[in-house]
């Protein structure tokens, strides 16, 4: 039990990094990052990346202020199917 909880925080370490990693890349607005892009970055589950903001474990480079949590519905595209 003890290494499967190990195993799991360390699990939850790398995707920590992942997340720091693509908040460096991904675009921001005003000071605002999109929970959308994060996951288009990291592939990994918006749910899983706002647990991992909402833990404090995450480190917001300086020009980031936040993360928007809410994703926007998509516009629907008209022209050809």
Do not use: F
């Not at 892009?37 to 474990?57: N, Q, S, V």
């Amino acid at each position: 039990m003890a290494e499967q909880g190990k195993q799991e925080g360390e699990l939850l370490e790398c995707y920590r990094k992942a997340l720091e990693r693509a908040l460096e890349v991904v675009p921001v607005r005003n000071g605002v990052v999109s929970i959308r892009d994060l996951w288009l970055e990291t592939a990994l589950p918006t749910d899983l990346i706002e647990e991992l903001l909402r833990t404090d474990g995450v480190k917001l480079p300086p020009h980031v202020t936040r993360v928007e949590l809410k994703t926007e519905p998509r516009k629907e595209r008209h022209g050809r199917k």
